[in-house]
């Protein structure tokens, strides 16, 4: 089984700042990695796919970047609606081959 | 637009059988992954498992040998039944559509695994 971490666990920011949140994968996963963000009460939201496409509707301050065992989302500037826990997600070729990382919190300051 | 909605008993006690149904409105089943991804309480995401429209289905190790997910494309539903419960299989179950990613989500099913 593949393994996601991310890191930090959880990040303190206010609105406006930047945010860098990071996800390494247990072996190398080409570029097969998605991020979804989801908010108390709901289900998770797509973001991102296949590392750094942008899913329908999702506003240009998220990004995605990485490859390998390394991925980075990026949110370019905070809105309050952005405070909410991130998870990434990979698929390999593998059985049974589908993992999600523990989550990064992102709360606000 | 596509909607998906879970449905299930809410409560089930230990060793029983759970089953869940997950109705897509809006389209087809034909031609997607479906999946579902269950949530404990206060925890993260976890892959239960996916069946695609043609048959193929993938199953997370952990729980395969109590795990069944089927189609029924008569009724445009996914299925789950997850045998021998324990208190673990405690979470909100969720039915996802698998297209470059889990990009329509149903609202989730809470189910308590409890005697």
């Known amino acids: 089984e593949i393994l996601l971490t991310q890191s930090p666990a959880t990040l303190s920011l206010s609105p406006g700042e930047r945010v860098t949140l990071s996800c390494r994968a247990s072996q190398n996963i080409g570029r097969v990695l998605a991020w979804y963000q989801q908010k108390p009460g709901q289900a998770p939201r797509l973001l991102i796919y296949q590392t750094s496409i942008r899913a329908t509707g999702i506003s240009a301050r998220f990004s995605g970047s990485g490859s390998g065992a390394d991925f980075t989302l990026t949110i370019s500037s905070l809105e309050p609606e952005d405070f909410a826990i991130y998870y990434c997600q990979q698929r390999s070729d593998r059985p049974s081959g589908i993992t999600f990382g523990q989550g990064t919190r992102l709360e606000m300051k | ?115």
């Not at chain 2, 596509?2 to 006690?13: A, C, I």
């Not at chain 2, 997950?22 to 269950?38: A, E, L, M, P």
Request: hydrophobic residues 30%.
């Open chain 2, 1 to 115: 637009q596509v909607q998906l909605q879970e449905s299930g008993p809410g409560l089930v006690k230990p060793s029983e059988t759970l089953s869940l149904t997950c109705t897509v409105s809006g389209g087809s089943i034909n031609n997607y992954f479906w999946t579902w991804i269950r949530q404990p309480p206060g925890k993260g995401l976890e892959w239960i498992g996916y069946m695609y429209s043609n048959g193929n289905s993938d199953y997370n190790a952990s729980l395969k040998s109590r795990l069944t997910i089927s189609l029924d494309t008569s009724k445009n539903q996914i299925s789950l039944k997850l045998n021998s419960l324990t208190p673990a299989d405690t979470a909100r179950y969720f039915c996802a559509r698998d297209r470059d990613g889990y990009n329509i989500w149903g609202p989730g099913t809470m189910v308590i695994v409890s005697s």
